[in-house]
């Protein structure tokens, strides 16, 4: 049975039991609760999703392609699960705390004004991000490519030079404690 088709439409107020399986190109979710979700084998592309509750919204195997996520909670999201083909996703405002990246490509990412506390970005290719004010409170970095990335304006990090490829990535002064922690010294 082919997958249904939704292309340039607005879902008001959806929640997870109304959503149809299949693909949906430039569409917008606003207020919608998705929470516990299961997207498996959706394809979004070009969309854009604004006060919307993904809470542990099962996302393997969904297509993700260039998505905006505004005003979203993403608690618990694993997009290392999700489809690896175009992945591409941006945060503003978001809750992302406890959400996985594991192994992700998502270079150029945009994360603004995000809680990403307990975020796992273990090999994670994240070349290129910008992090803008964004709480990385106990957020998990290891073998994490960090090329390029601005980290300048967030905070609450902490990130081993040894462990992660941090070059010409950005940092504030603020931020230097967090590249120092496993020196076990002060900063002050």
Not at 68 to 94: P, Q
Not at 105 to 117: E, L, R
Not at 154 to 160: A, E, K, L, V
Request: aromatic share 14%; with cysteine.
């Amino acid at each position: 049975m082919p997958s249904a088709y939704y292309e340039d439409q607005i879902f008001t107020k959806l929640n997870a039991r109304e959503l149809s399986p299949g693909n949906y190109e430039n569409c917008k979710f606003i207020n919608c609760d998705l929470a516990n979700a299961h997207l498996y084998g959706f394809t979004f592309v070009d969309c854009l999703f604004d006060t919307c509750n993904l809470l542990l919204a099962d996302v393997s195997s969904t297509g993700l392609q260039n998505i905006r996520f505004k005003h979203c909670k993403l608690s618990g999201v694993n997009f290392g699960k999700a489809d690896d083909f175009l992945f591409e996703v941006h945060f503003e405002d978001c809750i992302l705390d406890n959400a996985v990246f594991y192994k992700k490509k998502n270079k150029k990412a945009v994360f603004t004004d995000c809680s990403m506390m307990e975020t796992d970005f273990t090999e994670a290719d994240l070349s290129d991000c910008k992090f803008n004010n964004c709480n990385l409170k106990n957020a998990f970095f290891s073998r994490t490519v960090l090329k390029n990335a601005d980290l300048s304006s967030s905070y609450n990090f902490i990130i081993n030079p040894d462990d992660n490829v941090i070059k010409k990535a950005k940092f504030s002064l603020h931020g230097l404690p967090g590249l120092l922690t496993k020196y076990d010294i002060r900063v002050g």
